[in-house]
Nanobody, 122 residues
Framework: QVQLVESGGGLVQAGGSLRLSCAKSGSALNINAIGWYRQAPGNQRELVAAINNGGTTNYADSVKGRFTISRDNAKNTVYLQMNSLKPEDTAVYYC????????????????WGQGTQVTVSS
């Protein structure tokens, strides 16, 4: 089984930065990547960024150039560095353990963290 614990959310002004962390423990078949999702009130959960075990990444168009996903394999932790934050980035952010396929397709699996709130004020 896989367990995920997020940290690093908070309140920040527009234009500011936050770094989220996702600490992973355990293992499971078909798990070779971590994805960061977010869900704002009234919206569906959406994929923000993903990174596989080899360091290959992909990003949602809405965050390209502002967010960076990275991993520290020694610490089993994935980070989401968020810069130039906008009010529309306000959401609960979740990390997910899933499968990264050739062609930059990320498929979520049923391993989710508890979520961390990010609020960006204007």
């Amino acid at each position: 089984q896989v367990q995920l614990v997020e940290s690093g959310g908070g309140l920040v002004q527009a234009g500011g930065s936050l770094r989220l962390s996702c600490a992973k423990s355990g293992s499971a078949l078909n798990i070779n990547a971590i994805g960061w999702y977010r869900q704002a009130p009234g919206n569906q959960r959406e994929l923000v960024a993903a990174i596989n075990n080899g360091g290959t990444t992909n990003y949602a168009d809405s965050v390209k150039g502002r967010f960076t996903i990275s991993r520290d394999n020694a610490k089993n932790t994935v980070y989401l560095q968020m810069n130039s934050l906008k009010p529309e980035d306000t959401a609960v952010y979740y990390c997910n353990a899933g499968t990264y396929y050739t062609g930059s397709y990320y498929r979520s699996r049923d391993y989710w963290g508890q979520g961390t709130q990010v609020t960006v004020s204007s």
